[in-house]
């Protein structure tokens, strides 16, 4: 049986992980959907194939964030493909923040009001979406260095950072 869930974490009953028991009592196994590990907050996109979005942080004094590839919970490693819309809104005394290689898509004003933020660090081949207003009030001559393939994926990145509050940054390739 599985041990109780702590606060932080909700759970949903799936039927299809229902199981019959040694003496023929049913145990319903517990399905994660929203957890905090490493000082963040995550909700399960698909159990099956262990897709997470980041949703928050706990410390909202933050000077630096690092959202990886990967996180772990509960011996299950989860891929990080999302960074969900607002998840870093106004985060005030932010200066870094780094995106991992297996984000997909950035949220809708996952960055909004960072004002201090002035490095960031993409790791750009699988990135495919980047929501309105992500980096909106973002600081002038902000650098944000993206990691990718090749020129024409960078291209592609810089023209989507631009439209959601990039206009006054500084903007670097490195092949990777």
Not at 31 to 54: H, I, L, M, P, R
Not at 87 to 94: M, T, V
Request: charged letters at 30%; a positive charge; proline letters at 1%.
């Amino acid at each position: 049986m599985n041990s109780i869930p702590n606060s932080s974490e909700n759970i949903t009953e799936d039927s299809s992980d229902v199981s019959a028991d040694y003496d023929g009592k049913k145990e319903i196994k517990a399905v994660v959907t929203e957890f905090e590990a490493e000082g963040y907050s995550y909700t399960v996109n698909d159990q099956g194939n262990k897709y997470v979005t980041v949703t928050g942080i706990k410390d909202k004094k933050a000077k630096s964030i690092k959202v990886g590839a990967t996180v772990s919970y509960q011996g299950v490693v989860y891929k990080i493909t999302m960074i969900g819309d607002g998840a870093f809104k106004k985060l005030k005394k932010l200066k870094k923040a780094k995106v991992g290689s297996n984000v997909v898509m950035i949220g809708a004003n996952a960055f909004e009001g960072c004002d201090a933020l002035k490095e960031i660090t993409i790791n750009a081949n699988n990135l495919q979406s980047i929501g309105k207003r992500c980096l909106k009030k973002l600081k002038k001559g902000a650098k944000i260095t993206i990691i990718c393939k090749n020129k024409k994926t960078y291209k592609r990145i810089v023209k989507k950072l631009k439209k959601t509050g990039a206009k006054d940054t500084e903007f670097k390739f490195k092949k990777g």
